[in-house]
């Protein structure tokens, strides 16, 4: 059990805020307060946001104005100056050199931590973001992510560690809260014609709830989220735990034809290589025998090697890769972009059988 004198929260909160939680009970307006304790709207608006401290005088004028007692403010001024000095203090280099390396503004503009501009609150915010008790710990995390995830090397390794680090805590986090059946390889298995139907829906508010039910009948919850700044991640495939794997996909080209290649290749991860790794696709990662077996089961699965042997007959014009989706049962942009991956297509001709997403409609 927690030991409630070892908490120490990463928020403040003013004693103001118990003021007005007690006066909202209690139906007392803010001017009725002010005339009670002789402060003005301006001297009641400072005490309400934290900026007028409150002295032994001014905690017996609440006591008697709303309780409980002088001795439960001034404990509560004290709580909330020792937090505040505690939360927004100058930070270290060491603490500089991991926001640097952590995609700060991303993650604030995704609601993933508090918008403070305060370094020293965006250290405790990051900390509670990634469950961790300070930044040491940070380094085995990060030495472990990076083994698992193997990154290329480059200019940038750092913060796409961090970034993506951070794409991968968020996906988990969200995973944590949802339910689904247990694992069950088989199910998934099964349900590949399924899945492969869907890509015919071009609307991804129509296919991604579907997706999500099929996909959670065989013990997988699918995660859709944009990546921070610095993260080349296009999806990520692990076990968060015995009975449930994570897929998550990023959009990150908002095309059907990478959308469904990449989603059949986090599947072929979890198909074929179970609970070894955290796998991450994308373009700052090596294409290892995994990644490999990854893609081949991808490309298998949405146009099967029967067809693939007859795919180069059908890239004359529209009409012949309409004809040839048709028969395959996916939708024409897929077989396009397995044509421009295999190279009997060049790159960008007969784009316009793609569909492309927006994220107003993700």
């Known amino acids: 059990m927690m030991n409630n004198s070892m908490f120490q929260p990463t928020w403040i909160s003013p004693p103001g805020e118990t003021i007005l939680d007690i006066l909202s009970d209690r139906e007392i307006s803010p001017e009725c307060l002010a005339d009670n304790i002789g402060y003005d709207l301006d001297g009641i608006k400072a005490l309400f946001n934290g900026s007028h401290e409150i002295n032994e005088h001014l905690a017996h004028k609440l006591a008697e104005a709303i309780g409980p007692d002088a001795d439960f403010w001034l ?10 000095s505690r939360i927004y203090r100058k930070t270290s280099k060491t603490e500089d050199s991991w926001l640097a390396d952590l995609p700060i503004k991303s993650m604030q503009a995704f609601g993933w931590i508090s918008n403070s501009e ?19 710990a940070w380094k085995d995390i990060s030495a472990q992510f990076s083994k698992e995830t193997r990154f290329r090397t480059s200019q940038t390794f750092d913060q796409e560690i961090g970034a993506t680090a951070a794409w991968v805590r968020f996906g ?11 694992w069950d390889r088989n199910q998934l298995l099964s349900s590949l014609e399924t899945i492969r139907a869907l890509t015919h829906i071009p ?12 996909l959670n009948d065989s013990g997988v919850v699918l995660v859709i989220s944009k990546t921070p700044d610095g993260c080349p991640a296009s999806g990520m495939a692990k076990f968060v735990s015995a009975d449930k794997a994570l897929i998550m996909l990023s959009f990150r080209y908002l095309s059907d034809d990478h959308f469904w290649f990449s989603l059949f290749h ?28 990854a893609n081949e089961f991808a490309a298998l699965t949405l146009i099967p090697t029967g067809f693939r042997e007859s795919m180069r007959a059908h890239s ?5 890769i309409l004809k040839f989706s048709k028969s395959v049962g ?3 942009g897929i077989v396009v972009g397995q044509m421009q991956y295999e190279r009997i297509l060049k790159s960008g001709h007969m784009n316009k059988l793609k569909v492309r997403y927006s994220w107003s409609t993700i």
């Open 75 to 84: 404990a509560r001024e004290q709580q909330y100056r020792e937090d505040v």
């Open 118 to 136: 305060s370094k020293s609150k965006k250290v405790i915010d990051c900390l509670d973001y990634f469950g961790i008790p300070d930044i040491s």
């Open 172 to 182: 988990e986090s969200k995973a944590s809260r949802i339910s689904c059946k247990p």
């Open 203 to 214: 609307e991804p508010a129509l296919f991604i709830p579907e997706l999500q039910g099929i």
């Open 266 to 293: 986090e599947i072929g991860h979890l198909v074929l290589h179970g609970r070894k790794s955290t796998f991450v696709e994308g373009e700052g990662f090596e294409c290892t025998k995994e990644e490999k077996e």
């Open 316 to 320: 004359a014009d529209y009409r012949s």
């Open 330 to 332: 996916i939708a024409p």
